[in-house]
């Protein structure tokens, strides 16, 4: 069973930075879109970032400029930068990602367990 493994997250101060680091647990084929969603108290999940397997990537417009999403192929790793922290950034951030987990299957959407992000003013 596929597992997305998040880390990262944790308590700062308005305007400092946080990297948060996502990996699938287990076997796994293929590694198509991978990205950030995250769900603030008492509001819907909302989508934050994503990147393509070539290094296209999507910003929600509330992150755009201060957040920052990349990946690593080779460790099927994607990683969201996020810096000039605004208290209304604290959330738990999930990952996503669409996985082939045999050659020959189809890709399914996985979503990790979540990180706290939080932000004081």
């Known amino acids: 069973q596929v597992q997305l493994v998040e880390s990262g997250g944790g308590l700062v101060q308005a305007g400092e930075s946080l990297v948060l680091s996502c990996a699938p647990s287990?076997?796994?084929?293929?590694?198509?879109?991978m990205g950030w969603y995250r769900q603030a108290p008492g509001k819907q999940r909302e989508f934050v970032a994503y990147v393509s397997t070539d290094g296209r990537t999507n910003y929600a417009d509330s992150v755009k400029g201060r957040f920052n999403i990349s990946r690593d192929n080779a460790k099927n790793t994607v990683f969201l930068q996020m810096n000039s922290l605004k208290p209304e950034d604290t959330a738990v951030y999930y990952c996503?990602?669409?996985?082939?987990?045999?050659?020959?299957?189809?890709?399914?959407?996985?979503w990790g367990q979540g990180a706290q992000v939080t932000v004081s003013s």
């Open positions: 996503n990602a669409v996985i082939m987990v045999v050659s020959g299957g189809r890709f399914q959407g996985y």
């Open positions: 287990g076997s796994i084929f293929s590694i198509n879109i």
